[in-house]
Protein backbone atom coordinates (compact mmCIF):
# COMPACT_ATOMS: atom_id res chain seq x y z
CA UNK A 1 0.00 0.00 0.00
CA UNK A 2 1.46 3.55 -1.01
CA UNK A 3 1.85 5.98 1.87
CA UNK A 4 -1.34 7.80 0.65
CA UNK A 5 -3.27 5.09 1.68
CA UNK A 6 -5.81 3.72 -0.76
CA UNK A 7 -5.61 1.87 -4.19
CA UNK A 8 -5.18 1.93 -7.59
CA UNK A 9 -3.90 0.11 -10.35
CA UNK A 10 -0.20 -0.78 -10.39
CA UNK A 11 0.27 1.28 -7.15
CA UNK A 12 -0.98 4.50 -9.04
CA UNK A 13 1.53 3.73 -12.13
CA UNK A 14 -1.68 2.38 -13.93
CA UNK A 15 -2.34 5.99 -15.52
CA UNK A 16 -1.84 7.32 -18.58
CA UNK A 17 -0.95 10.82 -17.25
CA UNK A 18 1.98 11.31 -15.29
CA UNK A 19 -0.58 13.47 -12.56
CA UNK A 20 -2.74 13.36 -10.03
CA UNK A 21 -4.98 15.93 -8.93
CA UNK A 22 -5.02 15.80 -4.79
CA UNK A 23 -6.94 19.30 -3.95
CA UNK A 24 -7.83 20.83 -7.47
CA UNK A 25 -7.03 24.44 -7.90
CA UNK A 26 -7.69 25.85 -11.49
CA UNK A 27 -7.09 23.96 -14.61
CA UNK A 28 -5.86 27.15 -16.75
CA UNK A 29 -5.98 26.80 -20.62
CA UNK A 30 -5.79 30.48 -21.74
CA UNK A 31 -2.48 30.56 -23.38
CA UNK A 32 -1.77 28.65 -26.84
CA UNK A 33 1.22 26.21 -26.43
CA UNK A 34 4.47 27.22 -28.05
CA UNK A 35 5.18 25.01 -31.19
CA UNK A 36 8.22 23.91 -29.39
CA UNK A 37 5.98 22.76 -26.49
CA UNK A 38 4.83 19.63 -29.10
CA UNK A 39 8.06 18.86 -30.55
CA UNK A 40 10.50 19.72 -28.00
CA UNK A 41 12.82 16.56 -26.21
CA UNK A 42 12.21 14.79 -23.10
CA UNK A 43 14.45 15.76 -21.05
CA UNK A 44 14.81 19.50 -23.54
CA UNK A 45 18.41 19.50 -22.46
CA UNK A 46 19.67 16.26 -24.04
CA UNK A 47 22.55 14.29 -22.31
CA UNK A 48 25.36 14.27 -24.35
CA UNK A 49 28.92 13.29 -23.65
CA UNK A 50 30.86 16.15 -23.22
CA UNK A 51 28.86 17.65 -20.82
CA UNK A 52 26.25 15.11 -19.20
CA UNK A 53 23.24 16.32 -17.79
CA UNK A 54 21.55 13.71 -16.01
CA UNK A 55 18.01 11.91 -17.09
CA UNK A 56 15.98 11.52 -14.67
CA UNK A 57 14.83 7.90 -14.27
CA UNK A 58 11.13 8.76 -13.93
CA UNK A 59 11.20 9.88 -17.94
CA UNK A 60 13.12 5.75 -18.56
CA UNK A 61 11.04 4.72 -21.79
CA UNK A 62 9.52 8.36 -22.79
CA UNK A 63 10.01 8.99 -26.12
CA UNK A 64 7.53 10.77 -26.59
CA UNK A 65 7.89 14.62 -28.05
CA UNK A 66 6.47 17.56 -26.60
CA UNK A 67 5.47 18.82 -22.85
CA UNK A 68 4.60 15.97 -20.76
CA UNK A 69 1.81 16.40 -17.93
CA UNK A 70 3.77 16.69 -14.62
CA UNK A 71 6.21 18.93 -16.15
CA UNK A 72 6.18 22.34 -15.61
CA UNK A 73 5.17 25.31 -17.79
CA UNK A 74 6.41 28.69 -18.38
CA UNK A 75 5.62 32.01 -19.51
CA UNK A 76 6.99 32.01 -23.20
CA UNK A 77 6.62 34.77 -25.74
CA UNK A 78 6.88 34.20 -28.99
CA UNK A 79 8.69 37.50 -29.96
CA UNK A 80 5.39 38.91 -31.31
CA UNK A 81 3.41 38.02 -28.55
CA UNK A 82 3.53 37.12 -25.09
CA UNK A 83 0.49 35.11 -24.45
CA UNK A 84 1.85 31.87 -24.81
CA UNK A 85 3.21 28.94 -22.05
CA UNK A 86 5.74 25.88 -23.11
CA UNK A 87 8.48 24.37 -21.30
CA UNK A 88 11.89 25.26 -20.97
CA UNK A 89 13.66 27.03 -23.32
CA UNK A 90 17.62 26.70 -23.41
CA UNK A 91 18.29 24.17 -25.61
CA UNK A 92 20.94 21.78 -24.96
CA UNK A 93 23.40 23.39 -26.87
CA UNK A 94 22.41 26.70 -25.36
CA UNK A 95 23.26 25.46 -21.34
CA UNK A 96 25.94 22.83 -22.04
CA UNK A 97 29.14 24.26 -21.47
CA UNK A 98 30.36 26.90 -23.91
CA UNK A 99 26.80 27.46 -25.03
CA UNK A 100 25.59 31.06 -25.00
CA UNK A 101 25.08 33.24 -22.30
CA UNK A 102 21.49 33.95 -20.62
CA UNK A 103 19.08 36.21 -22.91
CA UNK A 104 16.91 38.70 -21.71
CA UNK A 105 13.81 37.02 -23.10
CA UNK A 106 15.25 34.45 -21.06
CA UNK A 107 14.27 35.84 -17.84
CA UNK A 108 11.04 36.12 -18.35
CA UNK A 109 10.13 32.77 -18.85
CA UNK A 110 8.90 32.00 -15.28
CA UNK A 111 6.97 28.66 -14.16
CA UNK A 112 3.49 29.30 -14.36
CA UNK A 113 1.83 25.69 -13.26
CA UNK A 114 2.18 22.33 -13.72
CA UNK A 115 0.74 20.97 -17.49
CA UNK A 116 -1.72 18.26 -16.65
CA UNK A 117 -1.49 16.18 -19.91
CA UNK A 118 1.32 15.10 -22.61
CA UNK A 119 0.94 18.13 -25.52
CA UNK A 120 1.45 14.89 -28.00
CA UNK A 121 -1.91 12.99 -26.15
CA UNK A 122 -1.99 9.12 -25.48
CA UNK A 123 -3.07 6.52 -28.19
CA UNK A 124 -6.42 5.59 -28.43
CA UNK A 125 -7.81 8.98 -26.61
CA UNK A 126 -8.92 11.81 -27.98
CA UNK A 127 -5.78 14.68 -28.49
CA UNK A 128 -7.04 17.70 -27.42
CA UNK A 129 -3.91 19.53 -27.59
CA UNK A 130 -2.95 19.29 -31.11
CA UNK A 131 -6.70 20.55 -32.09
CA UNK A 132 -6.72 23.50 -30.21
CA UNK A 133 -3.45 24.00 -29.83
CA UNK A 134 -3.29 24.38 -25.99
CA UNK A 135 -2.56 22.24 -22.93
CA UNK A 136 -4.11 22.92 -19.94
CA UNK A 137 -2.03 23.78 -16.70
CA UNK A 138 -2.89 23.25 -12.98
CA UNK A 139 -2.21 26.85 -11.28
CA UNK A 140 -1.93 27.57 -7.68
CA UNK A 141 -2.94 27.02 -5.06
CA UNK A 142 -3.72 23.06 -4.66
CA UNK A 143 -2.10 20.13 -4.10
CA UNK A 144 -0.59 17.79 -6.79
CA UNK A 145 1.03 14.20 -7.63
CA UNK A 146 3.61 14.52 -9.82
CA UNK A 147 5.24 10.91 -11.54
CA UNK A 148 7.90 13.22 -13.28
CA UNK A 149 10.87 15.03 -11.10
CA UNK A 150 14.37 15.26 -10.78
CA UNK A 151 16.10 12.25 -9.74
CA UNK A 152 19.67 13.62 -9.64
CA UNK A 153 21.55 16.36 -9.65
CA UNK A 154 21.65 18.59 -12.77
CA UNK A 155 24.58 20.85 -12.41
CA UNK A 156 28.11 20.55 -11.44
CA UNK A 157 27.98 22.82 -8.38
CA UNK A 158 29.09 21.59 -4.93
CA UNK A 159 29.05 17.68 -5.65
CA UNK A 160 29.53 15.60 -8.81
CA UNK A 161 26.67 16.33 -11.77
CA UNK A 162 24.48 12.64 -11.94
CA UNK A 163 24.53 12.61 -8.09
CA UNK A 164 21.60 10.61 -6.60
CA UNK A 165 19.85 13.44 -4.79
CA UNK A 166 16.94 12.73 -1.91
CA UNK A 167 13.98 13.76 -1.61
CA UNK A 168 12.70 14.81 1.98
CA UNK A 169 9.11 15.77 2.80
CA UNK A 170 9.65 19.48 3.69
CA UNK A 171 12.01 20.69 0.54
CA UNK A 172 10.75 23.37 -1.00
CA UNK A 173 10.62 22.81 -5.09
CA UNK A 174 12.16 24.73 -7.87
CA UNK A 175 11.37 24.02 -11.88
CA UNK A 176 14.66 22.88 -13.30
CA UNK A 177 16.53 23.56 -15.78
CA UNK A 178 14.60 20.46 -17.96
CA UNK A 179 11.45 22.03 -16.73
CA UNK A 180 10.58 19.02 -14.05
CA UNK A 181 10.58 19.65 -9.99
CA UNK A 182 13.55 19.45 -7.99
CA UNK A 183 14.53 20.18 -4.79
CA UNK A 184 18.01 21.79 -5.76
CA UNK A 185 17.20 25.79 -6.57
CA UNK A 186 20.81 25.29 -8.47
CA UNK A 187 19.39 23.70 -10.75
CA UNK A 188 16.16 25.80 -11.30
CA UNK A 189 16.04 26.99 -14.74
CA UNK A 190 15.35 30.98 -13.61
CA UNK A 191 19.04 30.32 -11.34
CA UNK A 192 20.88 29.66 -14.41
CA UNK A 193 18.27 32.39 -17.20
CA UNK A 194 19.01 35.15 -14.57
CA UNK A 195 22.71 34.90 -15.06
CA UNK A 196 23.47 33.69 -11.12
CA UNK A 197 25.29 30.89 -13.23
CA UNK A 198 27.58 31.36 -15.87
CA UNK A 199 27.15 29.24 -19.13
CA UNK A 200 30.00 26.86 -17.81
CA UNK A 201 27.95 26.74 -14.56
CA UNK A 202 30.56 28.47 -12.85
CA UNK A 203 29.53 31.05 -9.78
CA UNK A 204 28.63 34.39 -11.37
CA UNK A 205 26.96 35.45 -8.31
CA UNK A 206 25.37 34.52 -5.01
CA UNK A 207 22.51 32.52 -5.06
CA UNK A 208 21.35 31.67 -2.31
CA UNK A 209 18.04 32.85 -1.14
CA UNK A 210 17.92 34.26 -4.59
CA UNK A 211 14.63 36.20 -5.03
CA UNK A 212 14.73 35.33 -8.60
CA UNK A 213 14.09 32.12 -7.92
CA UNK A 214 10.29 30.80 -7.94
CA UNK A 215 9.52 28.64 -5.06
CA UNK A 216 6.67 26.32 -6.02
CA UNK A 217 5.77 24.39 -3.30
CA UNK A 218 6.55 22.23 -0.17
CA UNK A 219 7.58 18.56 -0.85
CA UNK A 220 4.83 16.59 1.42
CA UNK A 221 5.42 13.28 -0.25
CA UNK A 222 8.10 11.84 -1.49
CA UNK A 223 8.86 9.09 -3.50
CA UNK A 224 8.87 5.71 -2.23
CA UNK A 225 9.55 1.75 -3.39
CA UNK A 226 5.64 1.63 -3.27
CA UNK A 227 4.62 4.52 -5.20
CA UNK A 228 7.26 6.82 -7.28
CA UNK A 229 5.57 10.24 -7.23
CA UNK A 230 6.15 13.47 -5.35
CA UNK A 231 3.32 15.54 -3.85
CA UNK A 232 3.55 19.34 -3.93
CA UNK A 233 1.49 21.61 -1.76
CA UNK A 234 1.42 24.01 -4.34
CA UNK A 235 1.92 27.86 -2.98
CA UNK A 236 4.32 30.12 -5.61
CA UNK A 237 6.55 32.34 -3.99
CA UNK A 238 10.19 33.89 -3.54
CA UNK A 239 12.39 34.26 -1.00
CA UNK A 240 12.02 37.48 0.67
CA UNK B 1 -17.21 46.12 15.89
CA UNK B 2 -16.78 42.18 15.57
CA UNK B 3 -16.93 40.84 12.14
CA UNK B 4 -20.78 38.98 12.52
CA UNK B 5 -22.15 38.18 15.77
CA UNK B 6 -22.00 35.01 17.94
CA UNK B 7 -21.39 33.73 21.46
CA UNK B 8 -19.04 35.60 23.29
CA UNK B 9 -17.25 37.01 20.89
CA UNK B 10 -17.23 34.01 18.78
CA UNK B 11 -15.32 32.58 22.14
CA UNK B 12 -18.41 30.37 22.96
CA UNK B 13 -17.17 28.18 19.80
CA UNK B 14 -15.87 24.79 20.54
CA UNK B 15 -13.51 25.38 17.91
CA UNK B 16 -10.40 27.61 17.41
CA UNK B 17 -10.32 27.74 13.53
CA UNK B 18 -13.61 30.54 12.13
CA UNK B 19 -13.43 29.54 8.45
CA UNK B 20 -15.04 33.18 6.36
CA UNK B 21 -14.12 31.58 2.82
CA UNK B 22 -12.32 28.17 2.57
CA UNK B 23 -9.90 27.17 0.19
CA UNK B 24 -8.93 23.26 0.69
CA UNK B 25 -9.38 21.10 3.34
CA UNK B 26 -6.33 18.45 3.33
CA UNK B 27 -6.26 15.15 5.40
CA UNK B 28 -3.64 13.69 2.93
CA UNK B 29 -1.00 13.15 5.56
CA UNK B 30 -0.98 11.39 8.94
CA UNK B 31 -0.65 13.29 11.92
CA UNK B 32 2.80 12.22 13.87
CA UNK B 33 2.18 10.89 17.33
CA UNK B 34 3.59 13.97 19.06
CA UNK B 35 0.88 15.80 17.17
CA UNK B 36 -1.68 14.64 19.74
CA UNK B 37 0.57 14.74 23.17
CA UNK B 38 2.42 17.63 22.75
CA UNK B 39 1.72 20.17 25.23
CA UNK B 40 0.91 24.00 24.53
CA UNK B 41 2.63 26.00 23.90
CA UNK B 42 5.03 23.10 22.98
CA UNK B 43 8.82 24.81 22.63
CA UNK B 44 8.76 28.28 24.45
CA UNK B 45 7.14 28.18 27.77
CA UNK B 46 8.46 31.56 28.89
CA UNK B 47 6.40 33.62 27.15
CA UNK B 48 3.50 32.07 26.86
CA UNK B 49 0.29 33.62 24.30
CA UNK B 50 -2.65 35.00 26.61
CA UNK B 51 -5.28 33.15 23.77
CA UNK B 52 -3.87 29.96 25.80
CA UNK B 53 -5.44 31.14 28.82
CA UNK B 54 -7.19 27.61 30.27
CA UNK B 55 -6.34 25.43 28.13
CA UNK B 56 -4.47 22.82 29.18
CA UNK B 57 -5.54 20.37 26.61
CA UNK B 58 -2.63 18.23 24.65
CA UNK B 59 -2.18 18.24 20.77
CA UNK B 60 -1.77 20.69 18.21
CA UNK B 61 -4.78 22.92 18.30
CA UNK B 62 -7.11 24.36 15.80
CA UNK B 63 -5.76 27.82 14.68
CA UNK B 64 -2.44 26.26 14.55
CA UNK B 65 -0.02 25.48 11.85
CA UNK B 66 0.56 22.45 10.45
CA UNK B 67 4.35 21.51 9.00
CA UNK B 68 5.88 19.28 7.78
CA UNK B 69 7.75 16.43 9.54
CA UNK B 70 10.13 14.74 7.80
CA UNK B 71 11.78 13.37 11.00
CA UNK B 72 8.60 11.39 11.88
CA UNK B 73 8.43 10.11 8.14
CA UNK B 74 6.87 10.42 4.51
CA UNK B 75 3.82 12.43 4.57
CA UNK B 76 3.27 13.16 8.11
CA UNK B 77 2.61 15.95 9.25
CA UNK B 78 2.28 17.88 12.96
CA UNK B 79 3.80 21.08 14.89
CA UNK B 80 6.96 22.51 14.72
CA UNK B 81 9.92 20.35 15.74
CA UNK B 82 11.84 20.93 18.66
CA UNK B 83 14.66 21.07 18.57
CA UNK B 84 15.11 22.54 15.24
CA UNK B 85 15.33 20.35 12.13
CA UNK B 86 15.36 21.32 8.45
CA UNK B 87 12.72 20.61 5.82
CA UNK B 88 10.09 21.18 8.82
CA UNK B 89 7.81 23.79 6.34
CA UNK B 90 4.35 25.05 7.66
CA UNK B 91 1.32 24.06 5.20
CA UNK B 92 -1.24 25.88 6.67
CA UNK B 93 -3.84 25.88 9.47
CA UNK B 94 -5.01 23.26 11.98
CA UNK B 95 -8.70 23.44 11.77
CA UNK B 96 -9.70 21.45 14.93
CA UNK B 97 -7.68 20.19 18.08
CA UNK B 98 -5.99 16.60 17.61
CA UNK B 99 -7.96 15.70 20.72
CA UNK B 100 -11.57 16.40 19.88
CA UNK B 101 -13.65 17.54 22.88
CA UNK B 102 -16.26 15.69 25.11
CA UNK B 103 -19.09 14.69 24.02
CA UNK B 104 -18.54 15.08 20.07
CA UNK B 105 -16.87 12.48 18.06
CA UNK B 106 -13.24 12.68 17.73
CA UNK B 107 -12.16 12.04 14.49
CA UNK B 108 -8.54 13.04 15.10
CA UNK B 109 -7.77 9.86 17.53
CA UNK B 110 -10.39 7.32 15.43
CA UNK B 111 -8.13 8.35 11.81
CA UNK B 112 -4.87 9.75 12.43
CA UNK B 113 -5.46 12.55 10.33
CA UNK B 114 -6.08 16.36 11.47
CA UNK B 115 -7.13 18.15 8.51
CA UNK B 116 -5.47 21.40 7.71
CA UNK B 117 -7.05 24.38 5.79
CA UNK B 118 -4.24 26.04 2.89
CA UNK B 119 -4.95 26.83 -1.06
CA UNK B 120 -6.01 30.24 -0.03
CA UNK B 121 -9.04 31.48 2.33
CA UNK B 122 -10.03 33.86 5.03
CA UNK B 123 -9.62 32.43 8.86
CA UNK B 124 -10.64 33.71 11.57
CA UNK B 125 -7.69 32.12 14.65
CA UNK B 126 -7.86 32.17 18.50
CA UNK B 127 -4.98 31.02 18.61
CA UNK B 128 -2.23 33.19 18.09
CA UNK B 129 1.29 34.61 19.57
CA UNK B 130 0.39 37.49 22.02
CA UNK B 131 4.15 38.21 22.82
CA UNK B 132 7.61 37.78 21.47
CA UNK B 133 9.38 34.74 21.53
CA UNK B 134 13.08 35.30 20.93
CA UNK B 135 15.74 38.02 20.42
CA UNK B 136 15.16 41.30 21.36
CA UNK B 137 11.44 41.67 21.37
CA UNK B 138 10.97 38.52 23.61
CA UNK B 139 8.38 39.15 26.20
CA UNK B 140 7.40 42.08 24.03
CA UNK B 141 3.17 42.35 23.49
CA UNK B 142 2.56 42.02 19.85
CA UNK B 143 0.49 44.65 18.19
CA UNK B 144 -1.20 43.45 14.75
CA UNK B 145 -2.51 45.42 12.54
CA UNK B 146 -4.74 44.90 9.04
CA UNK B 147 -2.39 44.39 6.90
CA UNK B 148 0.49 42.68 8.75
CA UNK B 149 2.33 39.37 7.64
CA UNK B 150 2.28 36.55 9.08
CA UNK B 151 4.42 33.76 9.79
CA UNK B 152 4.44 30.37 11.93
CA UNK B 153 6.37 31.34 15.54
CA UNK B 154 8.22 28.27 16.94
CA UNK B 155 5.70 27.00 18.57
CA UNK B 156 3.28 26.76 15.70
CA UNK B 157 1.21 29.93 16.26
CA UNK B 158 0.72 32.30 14.04
CA UNK B 159 2.85 35.81 14.85
CA UNK B 160 3.75 38.66 12.63
CA UNK B 161 7.05 38.81 13.51
CA UNK B 162 9.38 37.04 11.11
CA UNK B 163 12.25 36.36 13.62
CA UNK B 164 9.74 34.43 15.77
CA UNK B 165 9.70 32.50 13.03
CA UNK B 166 9.92 28.68 13.61
CA UNK B 167 12.02 28.50 9.93
CA UNK B 168 14.13 30.80 11.23
CA UNK B 169 14.71 29.83 14.36
CA UNK B 170 15.07 26.11 12.99
CA UNK B 171 18.89 27.23 11.58
CA UNK B 172 17.62 27.92 7.71
CA UNK B 173 17.97 31.31 6.18
CA UNK B 174 15.59 34.14 7.82
CA UNK B 175 14.88 34.60 3.49
CA UNK B 176 13.26 30.91 3.56
CA UNK B 177 10.47 32.02 6.28
CA UNK B 178 7.24 31.35 4.71
CA UNK B 179 4.98 34.05 4.39
CA UNK B 180 1.90 32.60 5.71
CA UNK B 181 -1.14 35.70 4.84
CA UNK B 182 -1.88 38.82 5.94
CA UNK B 183 -3.67 40.20 8.40
CA UNK B 184 -7.34 41.48 7.46
CA UNK B 185 -8.59 42.25 10.90
CA UNK B 186 -6.78 42.81 14.19
CA UNK B 187 -7.88 41.84 17.67
CA UNK B 188 -9.74 44.22 19.45
CA UNK B 189 -11.81 44.58 22.74
CA UNK B 190 -14.72 43.25 20.48
CA UNK B 191 -12.92 40.90 18.35
CA UNK B 192 -10.91 37.98 19.64
CA UNK B 193 -9.30 36.53 16.76
CA UNK B 194 -6.78 37.69 14.10
CA UNK B 195 -8.26 37.13 10.59
CA UNK B 196 -6.35 36.75 7.89
CA UNK B 197 -5.91 35.81 4.40
CA UNK B 198 -4.16 32.82 3.83
CA UNK B 199 -1.20 32.63 1.17
CA UNK B 200 -0.49 29.10 1.22
Redesign the interface.
Known amino acids: MS??GGQSSQDFRGLSGRVRI??R?HDNSLSLLMPDGFTQLNPPVPVTPSQALPTSTTLSGVTKRGVLGGSVAFSRTSGTSDTYVGGPTRSGANVQAGGDAPTANDARVRPLGFFLNDAAGNDYENKPAIGSGKAPYFT????IGLQAYETAKQIEWGGAAAEPMAW?????VFASINGLITPRYRDALETYSAGLLDNTFALATAV??SPRVTILG?????P?ADIPEV?V???F?N?? | MAIGQASQDFLGSSGRLRIMYV??R?T??ALADDGFTQNNPRVVTTHVSTTLTGITKKGVLGSSVA????DQ?????AGPLAPAA????P??LFINDAQGNAYENSPGTASGKVAYV???GTYGCQVYETLGQAGGTAGNPITYNSGDPIYSSMNGYITNL?VDASEGVNGQ???????LGTVKAAPSSSLAEVILDL??
Open positions: SYLYSPLGCTTGKLTGVAVVVTADVARFA | GHNLSHTRPGNNIVLNTRLGHAGANIGNVTLRV
